[in-house]
């Protein structure tokens, strides 16, 4: 069974750094990418990058670029997502997801709630 | 960047047909795959590349796909099918995936 499981929700100040992750099983995590995507409270969903596990091909929407990290550490099947310094609107559900780039999100982690306030 | 546009909202009665729309440029060029999300979910994949649905999606979702306009059909519409629902592509231009802006569902 495919599933993907990712860390819980974090309250974080604004400047702070944090790094959230998603751990993957089910599947040959080679043959995939895993996505990430934002929601801002009562938004919809946006495309931050995807990472592919089998030569860490890494991609970022323009609006994420250098405001986030997108990796993944093969050896423990788990993908992270990361920020530097955090602000306010950073405050959002993030969702990973398998696919991405011409495949379907087929598969979604539950959602991990990121709070940043002073 | 490539743009997709949906309507904001669709209300549909118990048992008609909802009907949402995904406009882009040339979208019917392109593998579109529809999500439901229900408040308090992760979103669920219901049609992928325009028309095929996951195991476990109802018949009842069907997609279509051409020109400037990609729609997903709800037949028999039910009360558990109120939900927002996104389109999305990839972007072979800018190797990117673009979510539509999302429609919300509402069985009257």
């Known amino acids: 069974e495919v599933q993907l499981v990712q860390s819980g929700a974090e309250v974080k100040k604004p400047g702070e750094s944090l790094k959230i992750s998603c751990k993957i099983s089910?599947?040959?995590?080679?043959?995939?990418?895993i996505g990430w995507v934002r929601q801002m409270p009562g938004k919809g969903l946006e495309w931050m990058g995807l990472i592919y596990p089998n030569d860490f091909d890494t991609r970022y929407s323009l609006s994420f670029q250098g405001q986030v990290t997108i990796s993944i550490d093969k050896s423990i099947n788990t993908a992270y997502l990361q920020w530097n310094s955090l602000r306010s609107s950073d405050t959002a559900v993030y969702y990973c997801?398998?696919?991405?780039?011409?495949?379907?999100?087929?598969?979604w982690g539950q959602g991990t709630l990121v709070t940043v306030s002073s | 960047s490539y743009v997709l546009t949906q309507p904001p909202s669709v209300s549909v009665a118990p048992g008609e047909t909802a009907r949402i729309t995904c406009g882009g440029d040339n979208i019917g060029t392109k593998g579109v795959h529809w999500y439901q999300q229900k408040p308090g979910q992760a979103p669920v994949l219901v049609i992928y590349s325009d028309h095929y649905r996951p195991s476990g999606i109802p018949e009842r979702f069907s997609g279509s796909d051409s020109g400037n306009t990609a729609t997903l059909t709800i037949s028999r519409v039910e009360a558990g099918d109120e939900a927002d629902y996104y389109c999305q592509v990839w972007d072979s231009r800018s190797d990117h995936d673009v979510f539509g802006p999302g429609t919300t569902v509402t069985v009257l």
């Open positions: 089910g599947y040959n995590l080679m043959n995939y990418w």
């Open positions: 997801s398998r696919g991405g780039s011409s495949s379907p999100f087929d598969y």
